[in-house]
């Protein structure tokens, strides 16, 4: 069964304290990871999508990783605007194809001045 | 910057009542999706709607829950009889659909807060 496993569930950063997100999956043949923000009351906001081993994408102050097992999520000089909810999805094979998204359950940070 | 949107954002509802969430998808998008998430749970999947017709549905999409696409830009989840545990955040995405990778860029509207009572 396709699974996505995101750790920490929470994390608390000071302002300009670097760390990572991790993001475990377990799916049968990749065709995508995706990265999503999501704000309090809003819909997940696209960041990164990876599809091999050994990709990376930057955007700002944030950098995805992919491996054949996780990907990492990395914030370097994190600021309060950064605070959001971080989900990991991977692309899933349904009954006519690879139609559809599986989220983890994210991991909430919260950058502190 | 083009965007999704959602209408209404909350909807408050009793039990056994049909409800209809409205979305507008942004313009040239030919992939369209709902997901829900039932508060502090993960975003689930519930269908995905291609060429006018629906190309993938959860076990979450069962006989109560249809979706349509009425004219060239609105696309609409009815729940027919609505039951306690439909209440959720509904957010409808759509996505350019280029190539190969219909799911590279979905783009997610603000989201229909549900509440059934």
């Known amino acids: ?113 | 910057e083009p965007e999704v949107t959602q209408t209404p954002s909350h909807q408050v509802t009793q039990m056994g009542q049909e409800v209809i969430l409205r979305c507008v998808p942004i313009s040239n998008h030919l992939y369209f999706y709902w997901y829900r998430q039932i508060l502090g749970q993960k975003v689930e999947f519930l269908v995905s709607f291609y060429n006018n017709e629906i190309s993938e549905k959860s076990e979450i999409f069962d006989d109560q829950f249809s979706v349509e696409r009425p004219d060239g830009s609105n696309f609409t989840l009815k729940i027919r009889s609505t039951k306690l545990e439909d209440s959720a955040m509904y957010f409808c995405a759509s996505s350019p659909g280029a190539g190969i990778y219909p799911l590279e860029k979905l783009f997610f509207g603000s989201g229909t807060q549900l509440s059934v009572l």
């Open chain 1, 1 to 113: 069964e396709d699974q996505v496993t995101q750790s920490p569930e929470a994390l608390r950063l000071q302002e300009g304290e670097s760390s990572s997100l991790n993001c475990s999956y377990t799916v049968s043949g990749l065709r995508g990871l995706f990265w999503y923000r999501q704000d309090p009351g809003k819909g997940p906001e696209f960041l990164f999508t990876l599809y091999s081993a050994g990709e990376e994408k930057e955007k700002e102050r944030l950098k995805a990783t992919l491996t054949k097992k996780e990907s990492f999520l990395h914030i370097t000089a994190p600021k309060p605007e950064d605070s959001a909810t971080y989900l990991c999805a991977v692309q899933a094979e349904g009954e006519k194809g690879y139609n559809k998204l599986i989220f983890g359950a994210g991991t909430r940070l919260a950058v502190h001045p």
